[in-house]
């Protein structure tokens, strides 16, 4: 009975999906918003550290390039 619940369970998941292709926008701005989240929860984590006397050195940006080779050999 359980098995027969979860199934239902996943298409009812599934039928709220949206069919018209704005599913990739929408992961889109998820992923934007997740890393102005993460962002802004290290500079207040700084910020808290810093007020509480803290040394806190200065945030460290890293820049990263990633080549994938997608011809077959």
């Known amino acids: 009975?359980?098995?027969l619940d979860g199934r239902s369970d996943r298409g009812r998941s599934a039928s709220m999906l949206l069919a018209d292709g704005h599913d990739e926008r929408i992961a889109k701005y998820e992923r934007?918003?997740?890393g102005l989240l993460t962002s802004?929860?290290?500079e207040l984590e700084r910020l808290q550290a810093r007020r509480e006397g803290a040394n806190v050195p200065p945030p460290v940006a890293a820049e990263v390039s990633v080549v994938l080779n997608t011809v077959p050999e």
């Open 32 to 34: 934007h918003l997740h």
């Open 40 to 42: 802004t929860l290290r």
């Open 1 to 3: 009975m359980r098995l």
